[in-house]
């Protein structure tokens, strides 16, 4: 979810106002948290560290055993009635004031989930985390991370103009990072206001894009048409850069979310049993057969393990440019601002950035697709 995603999700979850708490469950991705309220009846507030916050009206089956994590934040806060639900700045950070006890939701990089104590400490945590300017840690006050974006709420005109002029960045990368919106909305700011993405970020270019920013953060704080274009992700408003595609629409954004990463992503409970009996069966399958794959595998990888290092070789110097270019992003940049350099990067035709097919951070591994020169 980018920050602008993040403010019109916390601005539905007024309704949790007064909701009391009953359970809390972590699933493998995600931390449910089960509430009532008299405005939405029974619900969970699902949350994806570093991916997504919504409401879902779906109910997943409690786990056969309880985590750590669960039973802390259930200690904690069953019982306990929501007070306000906010995103801190334009970050993509969202509070549940729960009184003497504040639940911060992490939405960025690899996320986190951290719940803090009436002196502010971290009494509940899902991961520790030590950042170059930062740690995360149990019994410790939470810092909150530097924002690498001013909150555009706060700009006027020439706070704007001055902003862009400030930036080493074309338009649309300005608009993500400097502004905060995120590639997605970058590029639909830049296409409503008739502007090339790749533009300087003149006076003149800022000038001519600020009416249109402006009315973009006004949509996103007034009336919202949140819909899930054919194949692609939900968005709280109609967006030019999704064409003519056809689109799903929803009361809610929180229901296009909840639909999108629960409806669709899921069937996980009811599919789950049935998937366990097939992975039995995969795993026989496979024990029977491996002596044979062992032996045809161990023959085929000296081939293409050779194949691979002449790759490496033709096209050394590219290879030597990604990993420089990806470290020194890493120092300034979480992954998912890093990934989404590179997209943009590959849609400008940039090799580097083309021949990254993905970044797996949780194995420490870069996947390339190299060009064969012979």
């Known amino acids: 979810m980018s920050s602008p995603d993040v403010r019109a999700v916390v601005k539905e979850l007024a309704v949790l106002e007064g909701a009391r708490v009953d359970k809390v469950f972590q699933f493998e991705d995600e931390v449910r948290i089960r509430l009532y309220s008299r405005l939405t009846g029974q619900a969970e507030l699902v949350v994806v560290p570093g991916r997504s916050v919504h409401l ?14 669960a039973m802390q934040l259930r200690k904690h806060l069953s019982g306990q009635v929501i007070k306000e639900v906010r995103q801190y700045g334009f970050d993509r950070i969202v509070e549940v004031d729960l009184g003497e006890r ?3 939701l992490e939405l960025f990089s690899k996320g986190n989930l951290a719940l803090l104590g009436p002196e502010g400490l971290i009494i509940g945590l899902l991961s520790r985390q030590r950042w170059r300017d930062r740690d995360v840690l149990h019994g410790r006050s939470y810092e909150y991370p530097p924002s690498i974006s001013s909150d555009p709420y706060d700009l006027d005109e020439e706070g704007f103009v001055q902003l862009l002029a400030a930036s080493e960045r074309d338009l649309v990368r300005a608009l993500a990072v400097e502004v905060g919106l995120g590639g997605r909305y970058a590029e639909e700011v830049c296409l409503r206001a008739s502007v090339e993405k790749d533009a300087p970020t003149t006076e003149e270019v800022a000038r001519k894009v600020f009416p249109f920013l402006t009315a973009f953060l006004e949509a996103i704080e007034g009336e919202l048409s949140p819909n899930t ?6 968005a709280p408003l109609k967006l030019l850069i999704d064409g003519e595609t056809e689109r799903e629409t929803f009361d809610t954004f929180n229901q296009a979310l909840d639909d999108h990463y629960t409806e669709h992503a899921g069937g996980r409970a009811e599919k789950a049993a049935e998937d366990k009996r097939q992975s039995k069966v995969r795993s026989l399958e496979e024990t029977l057969a491996k002596q044979e794959r062992f032996l045809d595998g161990f023959k085929a990888s000296s081939v293409e393990d050779r194949k691979r290092g002449d790759l490496i070789f033709a096209n050394l110097q590219l290879v030597e440019n990604i990993l420089a270019n990806l470290l020194a ?7 998912d601002e890093i990934k989404e350099r590179l997209e943009e990067g ?3 035709g940039l090799p580097e950035a083309k021949a990254v097919v993905e970044i797996k951070e949780d194995e420490g591994r870069i996947v390339l697709k190299l060009e064969d020169a012979s």
């Open 56 to 69: 879902s009206v779906t109910r997943r089956s409690a786990p056969i055993q309880a985590t750590a994590l």
């Open 102 to 104: 504040v639940l911060l």
């Open 229 to 234: 274009p054919t194949g692609g992700r939900p």
């Open 329 to 335: 992003a890493r120092r300034r940049l979480g992954w």
């Open 346 to 348: 590959s849609k400008a």
